[in-house]
């Protein structure tokens, strides 16, 4: 699934330009989403070919902060000094203002958060994300709730739903 990140500026960014650590920071996303949150996943001919992360409402301001250390600390390890500082606020209090400020305060918290959405590139276009978005936006159409996410790409922001 890390090809489907390949040339990605904003996760070249987040790991301080050395795409051999992305690894790590995907690993800590996926896990943040097992965690805390629903994790929604495609397959086909027995491979996985695509998932979505979720985290509900309310849930990430109640994270353990040890354990979610814990999580992302073979990713934090790997960067470099600089590099850990523009993660740290880039991914937390300038990220978190950026969200609030378009979709009013404590929108990343009081709403589904989409937090990585993946599908193999030899897989996009077949409706695969929109397959794993379906089962959420439904729960969240049926309970009076709101979605929201971020994209590193303009690509990603069209998602057809019937």
Same mark, same amino acid.
């Given at each position: 699934m890390t090809a489907a990140m390949d040339g990605d500026v904003a996760m070249r960014a987040l790991c301080g330009g050395d795409m051999s650590i992305f690894p790590h920071?995907?690993?800590?996303?996926?896990?943040e989403g097992i965690i805390w949150g629903e994790f929604w996943t495609?397959?086909?001919?027995g491979g996985l070919v695509g998932f979505l992360a979720w985290t509900p409402p309310g849930v990430?301001?109640?994270?353990?902060?040890?354990?979610?250390?814990?999580v992302n600390a073979p990713? *934090?390890?790997?960067?470099? +000094?600089?590099?850990?500082?523009? @993660?740290?606020?880039a991914m937390g209090k300038n990220f978190h203002e950026f969200v609030d400020s378009y979709i009013g305060g404590g929108g990343?918290?009081?709403?589904?958060?989409?937090?990585?959405?993946?599908?193999?590139?030899?897989?996009?276009?077949?409706?695969?994300?929109?397959?794993?978005?379906?089962?959420?936006h439904n729960k *969240?159409?049926?309970?009076? +709730?709101?979605?929201?996410?971020? @994209?590193?790409?303009?690509?990603?922001?069209?998602?057809?739903?019937?």
């Open positions: 920071l995907a690993r800590a996303m996926i896990q495609a397959e086909q001919d990430e301001p109640n994270m353990p902060k040890e354990e979610r250390a814990k990713f *934090v390890d790997a960067l470099s +000094e600089e590099g850990k500082a523009y @993660t740290h606020g990343k918290h009081s709403g589904w958060w989409l937090r990585t959405a993946m599908v193999r590139p030899d897989k996009q276009g077949q409706g695969i994300a929109r397959k794993l978005f379906e089962p959420v *969240v159409l049926t309970r009076g +709730e709101h979605i929201g996410c971020s @994209t590193t790409a303009a690509r990603n922001v069209r998602l057809r739903l019937p």
